[in-house]
């Protein structure tokens, strides 16, 4: 006998909400108050929002122009914007740099790069030369509405091997689709890369990492809103005018009395002549330095008695407590900050603060650091595909080797990586005078590269003797010996001072060396 189950899918529905008849009866204040914050997660919700945080909030906006710009401009004026391409096989980086340069790829590095971060998606299409030309790709379009574009996949995450030229829905690797899910364009696998950022936990499509911002933004929005208006309207001094009336007097009169005095004290009479009849034009308008939001009673006058009681105007201040507590819009301004990954010193928030010229580094900073590089490093498989299909159009091999050369990221200041540098540079006289290898010196402190060790050894050959072998045979300086007996009774701060004590040791040595190859 079959089992009713029916009272387990009411029991885990549990009791829901009833719906608010429709009709005379209006929601409360409070439900359109979270209407206003509701957020929904479709693609085009997210972006919608998105872009209004971006149009509309400069922490937001301010936040994405730092990102872009770290991980795209090189500090050193020497290198162009964006990146590079650098391989041992000179055709293969000749062949990819140009095409980088053909398609403006390096220009458009930062406009990328920011709009990956911003909606999690920055689709481009890639425009391949003509059949019978020297050119490969020869233009790369960037395109502004990321949510218009699908990827059509099957369970096992493989994309669609369809025909777009045919354009069936559903059937293309890559699908541009308008209002209505009407299909606009069709695209094959190679013709589309999707430079992405954000958490994708098996999704399709990644998750911008400023989604989780959404609520708190609109909320922020709302109070920064409504203490704006508050501001105007409750916080400035009130005047209540008390107009004299007749004793006695109906409550019409006594509008109509009211009336003409607030008509005097916020109006005033404009006369204006008209050349086309030769009339003269009689009329009234507000007075723009009176109050809105005065106040107008009566006071009555006793007529029989003769008793004359002049009229008055009171001040009625507009202090309020509430309009000076903004600890709830911190709260929410914090919320933004820690969602957008960028330390608050490198936003200019406090003014009269010198932010960018604390040089201390923190824990915050290196995980900002951390971000920049994973960034940088996502919107370099973006630029792999694009070479692979360069390559394959200029026929070179598509495992040839290549590194696409990003700007070094750093949250030091410059003063921090110049002192960086000397110790450095102390550490390598050091290691040189005591007779360690140039090469390992050259690699390990200067990150030069074997190209870069040959010029320099080219450039101070005539100074240096050189070995049959052709390796460079340093003659190792030796540092000045440092007797025993003073050594004894150091502490332990001296003795990690050592090394820098030693450097300072040969300095002069390293000196009289220079001005004799000179």
């Known amino acids: ?96 740099n140009a095409m980088c340069e053909r398609t403006d790829l390096k220009k458009n590095a930062k406009d990328i790069t920011r709009y990956m971060c911003h909606h ?42 369809g025909d777009p030229t045919k354009k069936e829905g559903g059937t293309a690797p890559y699908e541009q689709r308008g209002e209505a899910g009407k299909l606009l364009a069709a695209f094959y696998s190679w013709q589309l890369v999707f430079f992405e950022y954000g958490y994708k936990g098996g999704m399709v499509y990644p998750r911008p990492y400023l989604s989780p911002a959404r609520k ?39 509008e109509e009395t009211v009336k003409r005095y607030k008509d005097s004290a916020n109006k005033k009479l404009m006369v204006s002549y008209n050349s086309s009849d030769s009339s003269t034009i009689y009329d009234k308008v507000d007075n723009p330095l009176s109050a ?55 936003l200019p928030w406090d003014l009269g603060k010198a932010r960018f010229a604390d040089g201390s580094f923190d824990p915050e900073e ?21 070479c692979t299909v360069e390559l394959l159009l200029a026929g070179l091999p598509v ?26 540079a102390r550490a390598a006289v ?19 590269t074997p190209d870069e060790q040959k010029a320099l050894q080219a450039a101070i050959s005539n100074q240096i003797p050189v070995a049959q072998s052709g390796t460079i045979t340093p003659e190792p300086i030796q540092p000045q010996a440092i007797p025993k007996e003073s050594l004894e009774g150091l502490t332990k701060m001296d003795l990690e001072q050592l090394p820098d004590i030693c450097a300072s040791l040969i300095v002069d040595e390293i000196k009289q060396l220079l001005a004799e190859n000179e």
Not at 72 to 92: C, L, M
Not at 430 to 448: A, C, E, P, R, V
């Open 430 to 448: 050091m290691l040189h005078g005591l007779g360690l290898d140039t090469h390992y010196i050259l690699n390990k402190f200067w990150q030069m």
């Open 1 to 96: 006998m079959p089992i009713n189950l029916g009272f387990l899918n009411k029991w885990f529905k549990g009791n829901q909400p009833k719906e608010e008849p429709v009709g005379l009866v209006s929601p409360s204040i409070a439900t359109r108050l979270v209407d206003n914050w509701k957020v929904y997660y479709d693609r085009k919700n997210v972006w919608n929002d998105l872009e209004q945080m971006d149009l509309n909030d400069e922490i937001i906006s301010k936040s994405l122009d730092i990102i872009a710009e770290r991980c795209t401009v090189f500090k050193d004026p020497i290198y162009e914007r964006g990146f590079y391409i650098e391989s041992e096989d000179e055709r293969v980086e000749d062949v990819l």
């Open 120 to 161: 999690g998606v920055s689709p481009v299409e890639i425009v391949p030369g003509y059949l019978g030309t020297d050119l490969g790709v020869v233009r790369v379009i960037q395109y502004p509405y990321a949510y218009q574009f699908y990827k059509n996949i099957d369970a096992h995450g493989r994309l669609a091997t």
């Open 292 to 346: 809105t939001t005065d106040f107008f009673t009566p006071m009555y006058v006793d007529m029989e008695t003769g008793k004359s009681v002049g009229g008055d105007v009171k001040a009625v201040e507009g202090a309020n407590l509430q309009l000076s507590n903004l600890r709830d819009m911190e709260w929410h301004h914090n919320r933004i900050i820690a969602c957008t990954k960028v330390p608050p010193k490198y």
């Open 216 to 254: 708190t933004w609109k909320r922020l929005h709302n109070l920064e809103d409504a203490m704006v208006v508050a501001r105007m309207i409750r916080a400035y001094v009130k005047l209540i005018h008390q107009v004299m009336v007749p004793m006695g007097a109906t409550p019409l009169e006594v």
């Open 399 to 424: 495992n040839s080797k290549y590194r696409v050369i990003q700007p070094h990221v750093s949250m030091r200041n410059r003063r921090h990586e110049a002192q960086t540098e000397e110790s450095f």
């Open 366 to 386: 290196e995980q900002f650091q951390v971000t920049l590089q994973d960034i940088q490093l996502q919107f370099a498989e973006g630029i792999k595909d694009i």
